[in-house]
């Protein structure tokens, strides 16, 4: 699937996976952990935010969320008024240079064609100030592969592996690697990353 077909499939799948998702886990107890090392009212940006509830709901007011379905965004307009929405593509973020203390990102760079990880890797780098935090999902597995009757609909996930996404984001300019599990919005257990953007 291409970045359309996979903001078609979003649209279509984003009510019932905000209906679906736990809004309990040990995930959300990682942004804690983000903020304490961030300084007072920091810029954050979440990446892949949805409807909000999970993540970007736990942010400071005023946080981004940064979604490629419009229907997402308009549910996350609904839960979570106080931030700031911007539709977009993780791999050309339509936002200027150094202008966030933190990203989150969720389960959601693995929709996004592994050949273009790098990328996405290199923007998150971009817009975060030296020192940046980034908080990331950490895929467990090698693969592509379009999941049909997903929450309704279908959707495509796309993974080099770990060690491979550790690299990339080591050749992005990121380092000071710690790794957490957590329990994910659909119940599973999931490994997540803290890195700092030097």
Not at 64 to 92: F, N, Y
Request: charged letters at 25%; a negative charge.
């Amino acid at each position: 699937m291409d970045r359309n077909e996979v903001r078609r499939a979003w649209d279509v799948v984003s009510e019932t996976y905000a209906e679906r998702r736990s809004p309990d886990g040990s995930d959300a107890k990682l942004i804690d952990e983000l903020l304490e090392s961030l300084p007072e009212r920091p810029a954050v940006l979440d990446i892949g935010c949805g409807d909000g509830a999970r993540t970007l709901a736990n942010l400071p007011p005023g946080s981004v969320g940064l979604d490629i379905s419009r229907r997402g965004l308009e549910l996350a307009a609904k839960t979570v008024p106080a931030a700031r929405l911007i539709q977009g593509e993780m791999s050309t973020l339509p936002v200027a240079d150094h202008q966030f203390d933190a990203i989150t990102a969720y389960h959601a760079v693995f929709h996004v064609r592994r050949e273009r990880h790098p990328l996405v890797y290199d923007e998150f780098a971009r817009v975060l100030r030296p020192g940046g935090r980034l908080l990331l999902t950490l895929p467990g597995g090698r693969f592509e592969t379009v999941r049909r009757g997903w929450m309704g609909g279908q959707m495509f996930f796309s993974t080099p592996g770990r060690e491979q996404t550790l690299a990339q984001l080591r050749e992005a300019g990121f380092s000071d690697f710690r790794t957490e599990m957590a329990t994910d919005p659909l119940g599973s257990h999931t490994e997540f990353v803290f890195a700092t953007c030097e």
